[in-house]
């Protein structure tokens, strides 16, 4: 089972909820393989930056023999931690930005995330005003959920793995 966060964009959700993202917590190859190139794209900038620069330094370190295993190493955990906690640099960029972290659904695929997610939501006309009116409920009830630091993903939403 994987877990999927679910984002609201800055403002509330529209009515049909159209705007609203679901990201797959998990693994992500693309960050092992390109670690500095997939912050970019996700537009981390200056962690893409620190990774690029980590990154060529232990390329240019490793022609000495004696640093080659402990260099292949840092570059190895660079790799593995933005591949392991990518998802969730993500979802903290998308917060600094305005979104609002409304739900973590644990679901197989993302089509059942999505059926678990919007059939807990309300079935009335006044979906969307309910909504608007408790968006500052959802807002405190969020901030809650990441008060405690920045932690880099060490622990889970909840506040343990």
Excluded: C
């Amino acid at each position: 089972m994987a877990s999927f966060l679910v984002l609201i964009p800055p403002g509330g959700p529209f009515a049909d909820h159209a705007g609203t993202r679901f990201l797959r917590d998990g693994f992500s190859f693309f960050g092992f393989v390109l670690p500095a190139i997939w912050l970019f794209t996700q537009r981390a900038w200056v962690l893409g930056l620190a990774v690029l620069v980590i990154q060529i330094a232990a390329l240019m370190l490793m022609v000495q023999d004696e640093l080659a295993p402990v260099v292949a190493a840092v570059f190895f955990a660079v790799s593995l931690l933005t591949a392991l906690e990518g998802v969730h640099i993500q979802s903290m960029l998308l917060q600094r930005r305005g979104w609002v972290l409304d739900d973590i659904v644990v679901a197989e695929t993302l089509g059942e995330a999505e059926e678990i997610y919007f059939g807990s939501l309300p079935e009335s006309e006044n979906t969307v005003r309910s909504v608007a009116a408790d968006w500052s409920k959802t807002r405190q009830a969020s901030a809650s959920r990441t008060a405690g630091g920045a932690t880099f993903g060490l622990f889970d939403y909840d506040g343990g793995r």
